[in-house]
């Protein structure tokens, strides 16, 4: 049964005209498949009445149609010219309508074995052909906004995505065909029908090096250790949060978008530790450390001292937690107040300031007048040098022999030394 999405397209020649706005130039849908002209005629294939040919027989054993997974082939094969647009928030995560579309259709960008073959041990590994062949398809159906996400920075932004997948990909299957008394013989003599025999079988020999068997007892006991699951399915913390924040009209924090995540319909919390968290970060939201910004598109607010980073504890190097995939401490640190109030100062911080402050400029007066004086010193000892050469180490309160004693000291009110001065200062 085909499956409905709402699509939004750039009509042929507009994609020039648009790749740098974020505003979505179309709201033309593609055409429907066979299955979905079916859907849109009538009500759903169990409401419809059945073809004559496919009436069971009486006593026949019915065996219900599975849904297998989305091949997005409305994408796949969009007419020539049509481009679909992705929304994408100042975070620089997709956004909107045609959000979720991209997100899944990456996925099957990452099973297919002609594009991200499995039987490399990491996508750095990855040979270039087949990271090109996915840049090339995702740039023939997809305008990403350069203003969000530059166009020198577009290919890494999309492989990184794309990466992550294949390894998801990569994980599904070894969770579903190797069990815990599977012997690599009967993998290797099993054949699986969505991906290559080849690149299957060099994933298995992988799976049963001592490498990679250490690599897997160690996620293991990292994943034990993960006691909450969020409750928001496929959806992206960006899509929930953009969406969520146009309908309260201003940004959620990551305290508020922590209750989201891991709290049920009915609101009770997925377990009893992040129900403590909820309640503490309500805690500390109350108190006043509630972050306040209305830029919807800038995306979840956040700082390092939140009541999230309160309660859940201080970040690891390169990373934010509750934000979603991509943003880092460098490239997003989303502002934690609103563009028109300017962030939180004491009186204190401010009048330590404007004493440093004074002091550099001090200093720098100082700096001022000791070059003026050693300008002055350099002229003397020129003069000295030149009035008595047999002493040229002599200085203005020393004799030649260095003792300090003062009585060799040159009289430079003589008329030989204002000669000499008015010399060098011609």
């Not at 906004?145 to 020198?152: F, K, S």
């Not at 200093?363 to 008595?388: F, G, H, P, S």
Request: hydrophobic content about 30%.
């Amino acid at each position: 049964m085909g499956r409905k999405r709402r699509l939004e397209f750039i009509e042929p020649g507009e994609s020039s005209s648009h790749v740098g706005s974020n505003e979505v130039p179309s709201n033309e849908q593609a055409p429907p498949a066979d299955d979905d002209r079916r859907h849109s005629q009538g009500s759903d294939d169990e409401t419809q009445a059945p073809d004559t040919q496919d009436v069971p027989t009486a006593g026949a054993i019915i065996v219900p149609k599975k849904r297998g997974p989305n091949r997005f082939d409305d994408i796949w094969n969009m007419p020539p010219g049509k481009k679909l647009f992705l929304k994408i928030n100042k975070a620089g995560q997709p956004v909107g309508k045609n959000a979720g579309s991209f997100s899944r259709w990456l996925g099957t960008v990452a099973r297919k074995p002609d594009m991200c073959p499995i039987n490399y041990r990491s996508w750095h590994k990855m040979p270039l052909q087949y990271k090109n062949r996915c840049w090339e398809a995702v740039q023939a159906r997809w305008v990403i906004p350069t203003n969000r996400i530059p166009l020198a920075e577009q290919r890494k932004w999309t492989l990184s995505r794309i990466g992550k997948l294949w390894r998801s990909h990569k994980s599904e299957l070894k969770k579903k065909h190797c069990k815990t008394n599977t012997t690599k013989e009967d993998l290797l003599q099993l054949s699986v029908s969505e991906v290559d025999d080849a690149q299957f079988h060099g994933l298995v020999e992988y799976w049963f090096t001592g490498d990679f068997k250490d690599l897997s007892r160690v996620n293991k006991a990292r994943r034990r250790n993960q006691t909450e699951m969020h409750t928001l399915g496929s959806r992206s913390l960006a899509q929930t949060a953009d969406s969520i924040a146009e309908k309260k009209g201003r940004q959620l924090e990551r305290g508020e978008m922590y209750e989201l995540a891991y709290s049920h319909r009915d609101g009770t919390a997925v377990n009893a530790t992040a129900q403590a968290n909820i309640t503490k970060m309500k805690e500390l939201m109350t108190d006043g450390s509630q972050l306040r910004g209305n830029d919807i598109e800038a995306g979840i607010l956040w700082q390092p001292n939140d009541a999230f980073g309160q309660v859940i504890g201080a970040e690891r190097g390169g990373r934010v937690r509750g934000l979603g995939f991509g943003p880092t401490p460098s490239s997003n640190r989303v502002r934690s107040m609103d563009d028109s109030t300017p962030p939180p100062t004491s009186t204190a911080t401010d009048q330590r300031v404007m004493e440093l402050s004074a002091q550099v400029e001090a200093m720098k007066e100082k700096y001022t007048r000791y070059d003026a004086l050693e300008a002055q010193v350099q002229l003397m000892q020129r003069m000295l040098t030149r009035l008595c050469p047999s002493f040229p180490s002599m200085s203005m309160d020393g004799d030649g022999d260095g003792d300090g004693d003062g009585d060799s000291a040159v009289d430079i009110h003589s008329p030989s030394a204002q000669r000499l001065s008015s010399d060098d200062m011609l």
